[in-house]
């Protein structure tokens, strides 16, 4: 008998980034027309502009959107766990990530060395964030000190996928 192993266990997201949890909330993330799943490939040249994010949600309530690579600088020497590459803040439910607040703006991928894990982490909000203070820096984000910052708790959703950096064509 086969039994489920959760690809978020198997990719390390739980434990490297956010703790167990129980998705609420069903996520779909896009760049251009590829759907992006658990522990799929993504060149980052698909990365240059912020995926499209779309989520079921309660349309009463508001979610945070984080995206981090636990990876960053290389997989084997995270020394600067996690790199954050993206925040937004107050989107309403059952819509997408443009409806809410961008707190720290995109910045698309740059993995240098090996294969990098780029996280997405949806949370539901108690109450509206609003303005608050940005991160100072991207490196060494904490994904669990964000959360207890703003007292989000658990994620209700996340999606991770894996991306290197792509060879240069070389012109003869």
């Known amino acids: 008998m086969a039994s ?3 690809p978020l266990v198997v990719g390390c997201v739980i434990g490297d980034v956010v703790d167990m949890f129980v998705p609420s909330i069903t996520m779909a993330v896009y760049y251009g027309a590829k759907q992006v799943t658990n522990g799929c490939n993504v060149k980052p ?3 240059v502009n912020p995926p499209k994010v ?3 949600g309660h349309p009463n309530q508001l979610y945070t959107l984080v995206m981090v690579d636990p990876d960053a600088p290389s ?3 995270p020394s600067m766990r996690e790199w954050v590459h993206w925040i937004v803040v107050d989107i309403p439910g059952g819509t997408n990530v443009s409806h809410g607040k961008e707190f720290l703006p995109y910045i698309g991928l740059h993995p240098l060395i090996g294969i990098h894990r780029y996280v997405l982490i949806l949370f539901q909000q108690k109450a509206p964030l609003g303005l608050v203070e940005q991160p100072t820096s991207r490196p060494n984000f904490s994904t669990r ?3 207890n910052q703003f007292d989000l708790g658990l994620p209700v959703a996340t999606i ?8 240069i064509n070389r012109r003869r």
């Open 45 to 47: 040249s698909l990365t």
């Open 75 to 77: 997989p084997s020497e």
């Open 4 to 6: 489920f192993v959760d």
């Open 145 to 147: 000190a964000f959360a």
């Open 160 to 167: 991770y996928f894996n991306a290197q950096k792509e060879p």
């Open 54 to 56: 779309t989520f079921s």
